[in-house]
């Protein structure tokens, strides 16, 4: 009986969900400069290797001055890719097209020293496979978007 136990138990340790699952491993830093790139890593599983060729995508601006925005949710393609039930993404998210947060940022300070307010976000993630199995969403934690030289 015990060594039945524990080869149940061995062989379901290391299962991979039919859920997808994906874990932020590297980001390239929290602070971005003007005009600069959002490298985020991620290592994905999922048991069929069925995962869908999107990544979605949600920002959250959390600066206390409320102001309009701009694609606060979008999704962003992945390569396709060989069937498998792990292995890495890499996104590379860039400025103009992804960061940016605020359509008409307020102003900060006095002119002649007045600038554009940064935009402070929190960026999360979630991936879903072909069945339509979606996993948990990940949060890169707060990223800090420069908006002035």
Known sequence: ??????????CNKDKVATKPTIKITSINGNLIPFGGVLVVEMDFTDKEGDINN??????IRKNIRATATIRDTFSLTIPDFP???????????DYNNYLVSAINPPKVGTPPNEKFE??????RFALRDLAGNVSDTVSAGTIIVLRNN
């Open 118 to 123: 940064d935009d402070t976000l929190e960026i």
């Open 54 to 59: 999107t990544i979605f995508v949600q920002k």
């Open 83 to 93: 069937v498998k039930s792990t292995g890495e993404i890499q996104l590379n998210m």
């Open 1 to 10: 009986v015990l060594l039945s136990t524990i080869a149940i138990y061995s």
